[in-house]
């Protein structure tokens, strides 16, 4: 079984950049399409971004153009570069497999206006 987990997150001002890291453990996701979601309390967890193997990467419209989705299989880790962030990016940011569904644990970004 393969276990998740996020970097810390952090605060960042409005305009900057973040990287989110996640790190796979238990056995490869090398070859697993991987996603990233995030969640603001009182909301639906929604789609953020998706690497599908071998490097095809889909993103939602609010961050199209602004994050990317990345992977390093010789680390089993996959990236959201975050950049131009703004106060509506704030949320729990979580990564996940995609077929088998296995989440993070989560990181909070916190996007000051």
């Known amino acids: 079984q393969v276990q998740l987990v996020e970097s810390v997150g952090g605060l960042v001002q409005a305009g900057g950049s973040l990287r989110l890291s996640c790190v796979a453990s238990?056995?490869?996701?090398?070859?697993?399409?991987m996603e990233w979601y995030r969640q603001v309390p009182g909301k639906e967890r929604e789609f953020v971004a998706l690497?599908?193997?071998?490097?095809?990467?889909y993103y939602a419209d609010s961050v199209k153009g602004r994050f990317t989705i990345s992977r390093d299989d010789a680390m089993n880790t996959v990236y959201l570069q975050m950049n131009s962030l703004k106060f509506d990016d704030t949320a729990m940011y979580y990564c996940?497999?995609?077929?088998?569904?296995?989440w993070g644990q989560g990181t909070q970004v916190t996007v000051s206006s």
């Open positions: 996940k497999t995609r077929r088998a569904s296995i």
């Open positions: 238990g056995r490869t996701i090398s070859y697993d399409d």
């Open positions: 690497i599908m193997w071998p490097l095809n990467t």
